[in-house]
Nanobody, 128 residues
Framework: VQLQASGGGLVQAGGSLRLSCAAS????????MGWFRQAPGKEREFVAA????????KYADSVNGRFTISGNNAKNTVYLQMNSLKPEDTAVYYC??????????????????????WGQGTLVTVSS
């Protein structure tokens, strides 16, 4: 089972990008998925997560109101629509999945150590 992230690129400040992440493999299932990012010289940080039941979404304060996470559980796909991009959004963006048997509790969705499966990352560069 693999996660494949795509959609990164170079965009000017104020612009938009849409990231996609698709899971492959016949046995893949998840309770939800998340996006994290890592800027050069910085720790990986939480961006957004979605729990399929509900669905329930959670966002980092730094992106709330600008980014939207969505997805299709049946298609094992999650998206991150990023609007009003800022230079400080420049980072490698990673998708991650919360897979059975254990399920991440809602209050822990922002902790990267809780996720079981990770994609390879896609680079987003926002120019000023």
């Amino acid at each position: 089972v693999q996660l494949q992230a795509s959609g990164g690129g170079l965009v000017q400040a104020g612009g938009s990008l849409r990231l996609s992440c698709a899971a492959s493999g016949p046995t893949f299932s998840s309770y939800g998925m998340g996006w994290f990012r890592q800027a050069p010289g910085k720790e990986r940080e939480f961006v957004a997560a979605i729990r399929w039941s509900g669905p329930t979404t959670k966002y980092a304060d730094s992106v709330n109101g600008r980014f939207t996470i969505s997805g299709n559980n049946a298609k094992n796909t999650v998206y991150l629509q990023m609007n009003s991009l800022k230079p400080e959004d420049t980072a490698v963006y990673y998708c991650a999945a919360d897979t059975p048997p254990s399920r991440i509790i809602l209050s822990a969705l922002s902790y990267d150590g809780m996720y079981d499966l990770w994609g390879q990352g896609t680079l987003v560069t926002v120019s000023s």
